[in-house]
């Protein structure tokens, strides 16, 4: 069976550091795209980055120049390299798999575009 675990969430505080992880079972890993998504009390879930199999990244405006997502395909493992953080961020952050390719954008951004999803692990940014 299918399965994403997340791990790596926290309390942090603003203008500091979080690294997420997320490991993948139970599907052809390195064939489909990956992605991080957030989604704060009261809002939408957003998409944060995605990153397809050779390692072209595509990321939500809002964390452009802080947040770096990555994938190493022989452990099954994608990560979110999270910097200066915000209060903004905090949200519960989900790991996205089975995602395919978007023409002209690699991997999307949107949760339609994603088939698999992780329970979640909490991001808590104070200020």
């Known amino acids: 069976q299918v399965r994403l675990l997340e791990s790596g969430g926290g309390s942090v505080q603003a203008g500091g550091s979080l690294r997420l992880s997320c490991a993948a079972s139970?599907?052809?890993?390195?064939?489909?795209?990956m992605g991080w998504f957030r989604q704060a009390a009261g809002k939408e879930r957003e998409g944060v980055a995605s990153i397809d199999s050779d390692g072209v990244t595509n990321y939500g405006d809002s964390v452009k120049g802080r947040f770096t997502i990555s994938r190493d395909n022989a452990e099954s493992t994608l990560y979110l390299e999270m910097s200066s953080l915000n209060p903004e961020d905090t949200a519960m952050y989900y790991c996205?798999?089975?995602?395919?390719?978007?023409?002209?954008?690699?991997?999307?951004?949107?949760?339609?575009?994603?088939?698999?999803w992780g329970q979640g692990t909490q991001v808590t940014v104070s200020s």
């Open positions: 139970g599907y052809p890993y390195s064939s489909y795209c």
């Open positions: 996205a798999g089975v995602g395919h390719l978007v023409p002209g954008k690699r991997c999307g951004l949107g949760p339609a575009d994603f088939a698999v």
